[in-house]
């Protein structure tokens, strides 16, 4: 599974950097960006659960999961 990142929508809330670290940075302004495009394969890993928790608090809605 991939992310994808809308930067237009983005808020720079920055909740994604915080719940998932490894995959979300922000730039100088805050919007985000993608430190990493691809989720480990293991869905139920710490990890995994970490990403799908920060595209689900991303208040404007700006991230995304997609399927390969």
């Known amino acids: 599974?991939?992310?994808a990142a809308?930067?237009?929508?983005?808020m720079s809330a920055g909740m994604?950097?915080?719940t998932a670290g490894e995959f979300f940075d922000q730039d100088d302004d805050g919007v985000v960006l993608l430190?990493?495009?691809e989720v480990p394969n293991a869905a139920q890993s710490d990890v995994a659960r970490r990403v799908h928790n920060a595209?689900?608090?991303?208040?404007s809605g700006a991230l995304q999961l997609v399927p390969e």
């Open 16 to 18: 994604c950097v915080m």
């Open 6 to 10: 809308d930067r237009e929508i983005c």
């Open 55 to 59: 595209v689900k608090l991303c208040p």
């Open 1 to 3: 599974m991939k992310i």
């Open 35 to 37: 430190a990493a495009d």
